[in-house]
C-alpha cells in the first residue's frame, strides 16, 4: 500500500478563491496539529442560494407551469435544502482552504472533519453553522550537518576477472557461426534420424527429417563419442534413450512424438549427418574492437581491455551513488532526531485516502511512511533553503546517459549522437520520465551539497565486497 505517495508541505490549492466573509480560526493547535473551526452564517450563503435557485426556476419542467413561470416558493420547496447544502459545503471547502493559504500553513495530508467537536448538522432547521477540521501540521526539523559527520563514497574495483567476463561477453555477441565438415562436443549437428529393427529401417518406424542434437548435451559418454569426429555425409548408430538417459521430455523433443509415446522408444537409430554447424567466438582483431567500441581506433588488445575497464567502471557507477544517497538518507534521518509527528490525524488520513487500505497495514507501515517524510522535509528544505536548482542541459544530458545506457544493456556501446538525442528529447517529452530525471538530478545536487558539509572518506572495494554493504 502506498503511503504518502504525495507529501502535501504547504503546498495547498494554489485557486483564486472568492472573498469569503465567514469567521473562521485556529483553536486547540499545538506544535504538529490543529482544529480549524468555520462558522457560517445565513448572510454568507443566502444570496448565492438565492441565486442558484432563480437559475433553476428560469429552466424547470415541472407540469401545470409554462418554463420559466414555476412559482419561486415553489422551487424553493423542492430545491432549497439541497441547493443550501452545496453552497454551504462549497463555502466549507473554500473556507478551509483560503485560510490554510492565507496563513501558510504547513500542513500534511489533507483536512478532516473533527470527531470531538463537530456537532450533527441538520439543514432542515439550522441557518447558522459550525465546521471543525484537524489539520496535521509538518514538523520543523532542526539539523545541521558539519565536519564531525562522516560519510563514504565508494568506487568499485574492476578486476582482471570482471574485463575478462566482459571481454568473453563481447566475443559471444560478435560471434559467427561456421559450417564445418567434422563434429565437435560443441557443435550443432542437423540430419535425418531413422529408427533401426535388426540394423536396418524399421517399417512405419519413426523418422525425423531435421533431427537436432549437440554432443554436449547427450549424457551417456559412449553415445556422445559416436558423434563426436564423425564426418558430414556419413551415419551414426546410436540409441536416443542411452543418449538422453531415458528422459522422457527429451526424448519426446528430440524425435518430435508425444510423452507417452517416447517413453516407449528403446531401440537403435540411425543419424545420417547433412549439416554440422560450429559458433566461433569472435577473434581479438582491430575488427572486433571497432564492432564492440565503433569509431576508438583500438588497436591492441591491450588498449581494448583499459577500454573495456573503463567501460565497466562507468556502468557500476550508478550503483555507487545509489549506495551514497542510502547512505546520505540515513544519516540526515539521524541528524533529525526523534520528531513528533499528528499521528492520530495522519493515520486517519491514510484511511480516508486509500479505500484498500486496513488499519493494521496503516499501523504496520506507518514508522517507515514517517521515516519518508522526515527525510523528504529535510530534503526539500536543503534544495529550496540553497537554492538548488535543474538546468535543462542538465536533464538533457542526464537522458542522454539514460538512453546509453539502456542501448549498452544489449551490447551496443556506440551510439551516434544523432540517435541519442533524438531518444533524449522523446524521454523528456514523457511526464513520468521526466519527473524521474529530475528526481536523479536533484538527488545529484543534494549528494554534492552534502559531500561539502561532511567529512567525505573515498574508499575503493571489490563487487563481493559493495555487495554486502547492500544487504
Known amino acids: 500500500m502506498p503511503i504518502f505517495a504525495d507529501y502535501n508541505l504547504g503546498n495547498v490549492q494554489t485557486k483564486n ?7 473562521t480560526s485556529l483553536i486547540n493547535n499545538d506544535a504538529v496539529s490543529g482544529v480549524v473551526k468555520l462558522e457560517i452564517e445565513k448572510k454568507d450563503y443566502e444570496e448565492q442560494v438565492d441565486k442558484k435557485l432563480r437559475q433553476y426556476r428560469q429552466k424547470a419542467n415541472i407540469p401545470g407551469f409554462r418554463t420559466g413561470m414555476v412559482p419561486l416558493g415553489l422551487i424553493k420547496k423542492m430545491y432549497g435544502k439541497p441547493v443550501m447544502a452545496e453552497e454551504i459545503n462549497k463555502l466549507v471547502s473554500e473556507g478551509v482552504f483560503k485560510f490554510i493559504r492565507e496563513n ?4 500534511l495530508g489533507e483536512p478532516l472533519p473533527n470527531q470531538t467537536e463537530q456537532q450533527e448538522i441538520d439543514f432542515d432547521v439550522q441557518e447558522d453553522f459550525e465546521f471543525y477540521f484537524d489539520l496535521a501540521f509538518a514538523p520543523v526539523i532542526n539539523f545541521k550537518l558539519n565536519k564531525r559527520d562522516r560519510l563514504t563514497r565508494y568506487a568499485i574495483m574492476v578486476d582482471e576477472e570482471m574485463i575478462h567476463k566482459q571481454i568473453e561477453s563481447y566475443r559471444q555477441h ?5 559450417q564445418m565438415e567434422e563434429v565437435a562436443e560443441e557443435d550443432l ?10 540394423g536396418k529401417p524399421k517399417e512405419e518406424g519413426i523418422v525425423v527429417e531435421d533431427a537436432l542434437l549437440m554432443p554436449k548435451y547427450i549424457k551417456a559418454e559412449q553415445e556422445q563419442n559416436k558423434f563426436i569426429g564423425a ?7 546410436f540409441n536416443p534413450y542411452k543418449a538422453f538417459d531415458g528422459i522422457a521430455a527429451e526424448m519426446a523433443s528430440f524425435l518430435k512424438v508425444n510423452k507417452e509415446r517416447a517413453e516407449s522408444v528403446t531401440a537403435d537409430f540411425q543419424f545420417e549427418i547433412k549439416e554440422i554447424t560450429r559458433f566461433k567466438a569472435a577473434e581479438l582483431n582491430r575488427e572486433f574492437f571497432e564492432k564492440v567500441f565503433e569509431g576508438s581506433d583500438i588497436a591492441t588488445e591491450e588498449e581494448f581491455k583499459e577500454k573495456v575497464k573503463a567501460t565497466l567502471t562507468d556502468q557500476l557507477q550508478p550503483q555507487c551513488e545509489f549506495k551514497f544517497m542510502q547512505d546520505v538518507r540515513k544519516l540526515l534521518i539521524k541528524k533529525a532526531g526523534d520528531v513528533k509527528f499528528a499521528d492520530a490525524v495522519l493515520k486517519r488520513w491514510l484511511l480516508a485516502s486509500n479505500e484498500k487500505a486496513t488499519p493494521e497495514q496503516v499501523e504496520e507501515e506507518y514508522p517507515k511512511a514517517m521515516e519518508d517524510l522526515i527525510y523528504h522535509i529535510i530534503k ?41 538525442e533524438k531518444y533524449a528529447n522523446e524521454m523528456l517529452q514523457k511526464e513520468d520520465t521526466l519527473r524521474s530525471l529530475v528526481d536523479r538530478a536533484m538527488d545529484d545536487k543534494l549528494a554534492k551539497w552534502v559531500s561539502e558539509q561532511v567529512k567525505l572518506d573515498t574508499k575503493v572495494i571489490t563487487m563481493d565486497e559493495f555487495k554486502k554493504l547492500l544487504t
Open 174 to 178: 560478435f560471434g559467427l557461426y561456421d
Open 231 to 237: 564426418k558430414l555425409n556419413t551415419s551414426v548408430v
Open 17 to 23: 478563491y472568492n472573498s469569503l466573509n465567514m469567521n
Open 104 to 107: 501558510e500553513l504547513q500542513i
Open 189 to 198: 549437428v542437423k540430419g535425418i534420424a531413422a529408427e533401426l529393427e535388426d
Open 380 to 420: 526539500s528544505r536543503i534544495i529550496n533553503e540553497n537554492e538548488l536548482k535543474v538546468e535543462d542541459a542538465e536533464l538533457e544530458e542526464l537522458a542522454k546517459k539514460a538512453v546509453s545506457a539502456q542501448f549498452a544493456q544489449y551490447g551496443m556501446l556506440s551510439v551516434p549522437d544523432h540517435l541519442l
